[in-house]
């Protein structure tokens, strides 16, 4: 048998993980401004200095740039700078406002605002304020800069400040010879930078001349600045003659076409006039004696037709009762018998119509003749608005469904309105009377209430 070969287990142990130590690294930046308030002239360049420090523990790269009113005008050189830890470097700042009137002269404040890449939000900012100067610049003109005018030229001052700061302006007319009056409407205006103001301005001549040549009177107008240099807009107003100048050759054609006339009139018109006037007269001679002959005629006449027409009246006062000899104002000696045939009758149609907003929209109010074999002659109506409603009323007549307008009146054209037909309105049996309202009264008012009153008739 072979050896048998005794194995001993190994003892295990347990060893421990390795522990694992995080560490935190501090970031952030300062940054220290050389000066706070630097000063620069429009249209020039100025700078400073800021000081970038690395205050973390890691390599970082800072951006700087500028915030603020002065954002549009500055540029950081370089713009971002690499730090290893507590390294400092430092980054250029130039400011150049232009030249113009959209950056005003005075204090404008500004940010120099440093950003890590590593920690945005460690930024910095260090404020300043940048002092813009003053800069003047102003333009003044006439328009027009040349007139002409016999009496007075009206010209406008145009003035312009292109600066970058309130000017305010003085203008001081006049002219070299001392032979013109001026006016201003205003002596001394504040312009704001980019800012025109306007300046009506007469020139009067001391003397004036009827006829003659034109005559050149030049002027200038200073303008006096509260800073900065003067201007001067020169302008000139050419005298006219107060006469205008087509009047002597207009005077001149009329005494040529007077002349002209009365010579006509010598030669040719006034023989044709009086041949003329010799004929009419004749002419209306003899019409003016046929006239007295036809007017003698008609005398005869008119005296034979009045003596028929008193015949007449005698017979027809007779017929009613009337003593043609008696006096005037005596009874009648016999009743008077009425001429006109059928029973008289009378009715009254009242409407209460509601307010509607639709013109056309009518309400009816319908008298049906109590006796429908007979015949209804209407000879008045008398309309009734005794409130002064507004709308419109019709009157017509209905015919089996058929209906005809007979009348239609505005209500605000009437209180009280009274129509009287010399041929009576004929009705016939079965037709009726309709009364129709549009009421167009405001809603406060209420419903329109007019009415209508009929005379007449039946036979």
């Not at 103001?197 to 009827?210: G, N």
């Not at 076409?257 to 018109?269: D, E, G, P």
């Not at 015919?399 to 009146?409: D, F, K, N, P, Q």
């Not at 009377?433 to 007019?450: A, D, H, L, M, R």
Request: aromatic content about 6%; overall charge negative; hydrophobic content about 40%.
């Amino acid at each position: 048998m072979g050896q048998r070969v005794a194995h001993r287990a190994t003892p295990f142990r347990l060893v421990p993980a390795p522990t694992v130590h995080r560490r935190i690294f501090d970031m952030g930046a300062t940054a220290t401004l050389s000066t706070t308030g630097p000063a620069v002239e429009p249209g020039g360049e100025t700078t400073c200095t800021v000081v970038v420090r690395n205050t973390g523990e890691l390599v970082d790269q800072f951006t700087v740039d500028v915030v603020g009113g002065a954002a549009a005008w500055a540029v950081a050189e370089p713009p971002s700078v690499n730090l290893v830890p507590q390294a400092t470097a430092e980054v250029v700042v130039r400011f150049a406002p232009p030249r113009a009137v959209e950056v005003p002269a005075g204090p404008v404040p500004f940010g120099i605002r440093v950003t890590s890449r590593e920690d945005p939000y460690g930024s910095v900012v260090e404020e300043g304020v940048v002092e813009v100067g003053e800069y003047t610049e102003l333009s003044a003109e006439l328009v027009p800069t040349r007139l002409e005018a016999a009496r007075r030229g009206r010209f406008e001052l145009a003035a312009d400040n292109v600066g970058n700061h309130p000017v305010a302006l003085r203008f001081l007319p006049g002219d070299p010879d001392g032979e013109l009056d001026f006016s201003l409407d205003r002596g001394e205006v504040v312009l704001a930078p980019g800012t025109a103001a306007f300046v009506k301005l007469v020139v009067k001549p001391r003397d004036t001349f009827l006829r003659g040549q034109p005559r050149t009177r030049p002027f200038r107008v200073e303008v006096l600045p509260s800073s900065g240099d003067p201007l001067a807009a020169d302008g000139v107003l050419v005298q006219r003659q107060l006469l205008p100048r087509w009047l002597l050759p207009a005077l001149i054609a009329l005494a040529a076409l007077a002349a002209l006339l009365a010579a006509l009139w010598l030669t040719v018109l006034q023989p044709a006039v009086k041949s003329a006037a010799r004929d009419a007269a004749t002419q209306q001679a003899g019409e003016v004696k046929a006239a007295a002959q036809r007017a003698e005629d008609a005398a005869g006449a008119a005296k034979a037709d009045s003596a028929q027409a008193k015949g007449n009246s005698a017979a027809a006062m007779e017929a009613v009762g009337l003593d043609p000899g008696a006096p005037p104002g005596s009874p009648p000696t016999a009743p008077r018998q009425s001429a006109a045939p059928g029973e008289p009758t009378d009715f009254r149609v009242a409407a209460d119509a509601a307010v509607v907003t639709n013109q056309n929209l009518f309400a009816d109010f319908v008298f049906t003749p109590p006796d429908d074999k007979k015949t209804l002659h209407v000879s008045d109506i008398v309309l009734q608005n005794p409130r002064g409603d507004t709308g419109t009323v019709r009157i017509m007549r209905d015919s089996g469904g058929t209906r005809a307008t007979i009348l239609e009146v505005g209500l605000g054209n009437y209180r009280d309105l009274d129509r009287h037909f010399v041929q009576p309105l004929r009705f016939k049996p079965g037709e009726r009377v309709v009364f129709s309202v549009s009421c167009q009264n405001p809603p406060e008012k209420g419903n329109c209430t007019p009415a209508a009153s009929f005379s007449g008739r039946v036979e």
